[in-house]
């Protein structure tokens, strides 16, 4: 996974009341892989001051836009 800078496009008191939804897909099912990325979304929510309510994880190609857990977004 490369670092993706993802700079809000408003200032620090909006995005201290932002909350905002993780979500992690894989073409293929690695637990640990899974954990990484949302570690590494967790951090970067806390650290540019977000509240993270929730967490949607999918296994599945990104080819396919059939995804139960996208849709829910």
Same mark, same amino acid.
């Given at each position: ?5 993802l ?8 995005? #201290?009341?932002?909350?905002v ?9 690695d637990?640990?892989?899974m954990e990484c990325?949302k570690?590494?979304?967790?951090c970067?929510?806390v650290?540019n001051g977000y509240t993270v309510v929730g ?8 080819? #396919?836009?059939?995804r139960?857990?996208l849709?829910k977004?």
């Open positions: 996974m490369s670092a993706i800078s700079t809000p496009k408003w200032g620090d008191s909006m995005a #201290q009341k932002t909350r939804l993780i979500y992690c897909r894989l073409a293929h099912n637990s640990m892989v990325q570690d590494y979304l967790r970067w929510a650290e967490e949607i994880t999918e296994v599945g190609s990104g080819i #396919q836009l059939d139960p857990g849709a977004l």
